[in-house]
């Protein structure tokens, strides 16, 4: 089975902190992709990567960066983090082929005070 | 006009009602479809994979893709209160460009014992 990971389930961070949540899959998928999820507007992709060190901005990029240095790990960055970040982050990944299925991780709920 | 559109609920029936789940899509391309169940503050799970028109049938899931009409539906039979979760169905065209998968907003689903 197809297992992503993320570094934390919950995490609570000060208005202004640099933050850092991290991703990792088992499957070799070259694909990887980091999405917020809020109610009533359902995932939303911010960044995602097709393979090591390649980026691509998604539909919200602004006050976002990602990382990839290893092809299994995805790495998404709150440079100064804004209690508007308050969200459900949710990393997936897929290989390259035909379907595009992504799997999830089992998601980080961020909360900026 | 949204690419995919899903009607988000809620939705609540009793305990072995059988529940139809529906998505609406614009884009004539999309050839493969997925539905993804997620229950509370957990990452989304793929739940069934469709390729083309036609029906699909996995215990007690039927997903069922009419090309024509650009309607795609997920039957639960015999519902269970573990059914209870958010209903996520998404969608692509196949070309590999890694982020053709378009997800709906998702509709949340209770099943009451």
């Known amino acids: 089975d197809v297992k992503v990971t993320q570094s934390s389930r919950y995490l609570v961070k000060r208005t202004g902190e640099k933050v850092f949540l991290e991703c990792v899959q088992d499957?070799?998928?070259?694909?990887m992709f980091w999405y917020r999820q809020d109610p009533g507007l359902g995932l939303r992709l911010i960044y995602f990567s097709y393979d090591v060190k390649m980026k691509e901005k998604g539909d919200i990029p602004e006050g976002y960066s990602v990382s990839r240095e290893k092809k299994e790990r995805f790495s998404l960055i709150l440079e100064s983090a804004s209690t508007n970040q308050t969200s459900m982050y949710l990393c997936?990944?897929?290989?390259?082929?035909?379907?595009?299925?992504?799997?999830f991780g089992p998601g980080t709920r961020l909360t900026v005070l | 006009q949204k690419e995919v559109e899903q009607d988000p609920g809620p939705l609540s029936v009793p305990e072995g009602a059988i529940v139809s789940l529906n998505c609406t899509y614009s884009n004539s391309a999309f050839q493969y479809f997925m539905w993804y169940r997620q229950y509370s503050r957990k990452g989304p799970e793929l739940l069934m994979y469709?390729?083309?028109?036609g029906n699909k049938e996995d215990g007690r899931f039927t997903a069922q893709v009419d090309k024509s009409s650009k309607y795609i539906s997920l039957f639960i039979r015999d519902s269970q209160p573990s059914d209870s979760a958010t209903y996520l169905c998404?969608?692509?065209?196949?070309?590999?460009?890694?982020?053709?998968?378009?997800f709906g907003k998702g509709t949340t689903l209770s099943v009451s014992s």
């Open positions: 997936a990944s897929s290989r390259v082929g035909t379907s595009d299925t992504q799997y």
């Open positions: 469709t390729y083309s028109s």
């Open positions: 998404a969608m692509s065209a196949g070309n590999q460009a890694g982020t053709a998968l378009i």
């Open positions: 499957m070799d998928h070259e694909n």
